[in-house]
């Protein structure tokens, strides 16, 4: 079976630009969050959205959004880009929002802004 | 304050030995999960290990156990007998109950060099 996949894997934007980043949960996993690691740190979740709604959400601006679709995959979306929002951008799913302890993680997305 | 706490930004082991990577936490709840996960130079997150709050004895997966002191808050990770693939990024976490889900919080991380 097929774990978490990302889309894309790297990827060069410029400031204030926009970027959408998808990720397809593992079959059968309605819970999809979010979480963006920068360079020497630990991942920071950002999302998460259980059958299409969100469902928590991180200590983010108001640039960053996401949506889950009929399929449980889901989109990232980040407007006016910051040199700051370079980082790896990682996916993860789950059965459900309870399962806390079944979390499965992408291989992510490096994001760099210039 | 921080929630997890990985005082450890790298340790090195020779191949083969046993080591122990440092995690403490803070929460005021009675439920909680803890978890470790490998992170190497690919990006994902590779899942370990977890231990529940109210478990009593301590989690093994194979080579690996989490000595879970909780009067101390600490979660400590133990690694039998490394390996050279076990070179990587080493991360603590917490998942909470925030009223709607499970929100893990992550330490800072600890590097591991395994060496011949």
């Known amino acids: 079976d097929a774990g978490v996949t990302q889309s894309p894997t790297h990827l060069i934007k410029t400031r204030g630009q926009q970027v959408t980043l998808r990720c397809s949960p593992i079959?059968?996993?309605?819970?999809v969050s979010w979480y963006q690691q920068v360079l020497g740190q630990g991942p920071q979740f950002i999302f998460q959205?259980?059958?299409?709604?969100?469902?928590g959400r991180g200590n983010f601006p108001d640039r960053f959004s996401a949506r889950q679709f009929p399929n449980y995959s889901s989109e990232l979306n980040v407007n006016a880009l910051l040199l700051g929002d370079s980082a790896l951008y990682l996916c993860?799913?789950?059965?459900?929002?309870?399962?806390?302890?079944?979390?499965?993680f992408g291989e992510g997305s490096w994001l760099t802004v210039v | 304050a921080q929630k997890i706490t990985q005082t450890q930004p790298g340790m090195f082991v020779q191949e083969k030995e046993a080591v122990t990577l440092d995690c403490t936490y803070d929460?005021?709840?009675?439920?909680?999960?803890l978890f470790w996960y490998k992170q190497p130079s690919s990006g994902e997150m590779i899942f370990l290990i977890y231990?529940?709050?109210?478990?009593?004895q301590n989690a093994t997966e194979g080579r690996y156990s989490l000595n879970f002191q909780k009067a101390r808050k600490s979660a400590n990770l133990v690694i039998s007998a490394s390996q050279l693939g076990d070179s990587a990024m080493y991360f603590c976490?917490?998942?909470?109950?925030?009223?709607?889900?499970?929100?893990?919080?992550f330490g800072r991380g600890t590097s591991l060099i395994v060496h011949p």
């Open positions: 929460t005021s709840d009675q439920s909680y999960g």
């Open positions: 079959s059968g996993h309605k819970s």
């Open positions: 231990q529940g709050s109210y478990d009593e």
């Open positions: 959205y259980y059958e299409k709604e969100e469902r």
């Open positions: 993860a799913s789950s059965l459900d929002r309870a399962s806390g302890n079944t979390i499965y």
């Open positions: 976490a917490m998942r909470e109950w925030d009223g709607g889900s499970y929100i893990p919080t």
